[in-house]
């Protein structure tokens, strides 16, 4: 069945750690996307990537990073520098074009230890 | 700056009554225009889009959702309520070619019986 894999479902951080949450998609889409969510503060952009080799950040890039080496694949590193990384994310594709409907992995809950 | 609103926080509808939930943006031009639903601890599941033509769009589940331009709003309907409606509704847009989805902070439905 093709669609979203995100891993792991549950992540806990330690103070001054770096972690890495896996997005893995068999949807053959150019475009991929990764969300913050917060309780009462919907969905916040990240990063997204239109096409491999290439990103750009979302409106609360700092303390993350990414990398598209594959289309397939488009893992999220949550730094050290990110004081505040407890939060709910959702990483999802599409097809690249504008307005294109996109497809939700079931997430990660990052807690910090 | 461009925006989506959901100005409800939190409605609860009894089983079997109807359904408006409200959403508005802020964009001099047309967006695309997205209702989804999230269940807890899940992804997101797509009800509908909207992309031009007519302004009443059908949606999954029954859902429904009229685009008035002159109100520069999506708002969401449903007939009757069902209580496996109750979850968190998230109106979304493009605002701009070459950007990702923007979202709202979204609207937590309960359902009573």
């Known amino acids: 069945d093709g669609g979203i894999t995100q891993s792991p479902k549950y992540l806990f951080r330690k103070e001054g750690q770096n972690v890495t949450l896996s997005c893995e998609q068999n949807?053959?889409?150019?475009?991929m996307y990764w969300y913050r969510q917060d309780p009462g503060q919907g969905l916040r952009l990240i990063y997204y990537?239109?096409?491999?080799?290439?990103?750009q950040k979302g409106d609360i890039a700092e303390g993350y990073s990414v990398s598209r080496e594959k289309k397939e694949s488009f893992p999220l590193t949550v730094t050290s520098a990110q004081k505040n990384p407890t939060a709910f994310y959702l990483c999802?594709?599409?097809?690249?074009?504008?307005?294109?409907?996109?497809?939700f992995g079931s997430g990660t809950q990052l807690s910090v230890l | 700056a461009q925006s989506v609103t959901q100005p409800d926080i939190h409605i609860t509808v009894s089983e079997g009554a109807s359904l408006e939930l409200r959403c508005n943006y802020s964009?001099?031009?047309?967006?695309?225009l997205f209702w989804y639903v999230q269940s807890p601890g899940q992804g997101l599941q797509l009800l509908l889009k909207?992309?031009?033509?007519?302004?009443l769009v059908q949606g999954i589940k029954g859902f429904e959702a009229e685009f008035k331009r002159s109100q520069s709003s999506f708002n969401l309907r449903k007939p009757s309520v069902h209580w496996s409606d109750a979850a968190e509704y998230f109106c979304?847009?493009?605002?701009?070619?070459?950007?990702?989805?923007?979202f709202g902070k979204g609207t937590t439905l309960s359902v009573s019986s």
């Open positions: 999802a594709s599409s097809q690249g074009g504008a307005g294109e409907k996109l497809f």
């Open positions: 949807l053959n889409h150019d475009a």
């Open positions: 990537s239109q096409i491999v080799n290439d990103f």
């Open positions: 964009y001099g031009a047309t967006p695309y």
């Open positions: 909207y992309f031009s033509g007519d302004t």
């Open positions: 979304a847009a493009y605002l701009q070619a070459g950007t990702a989805l923007i």
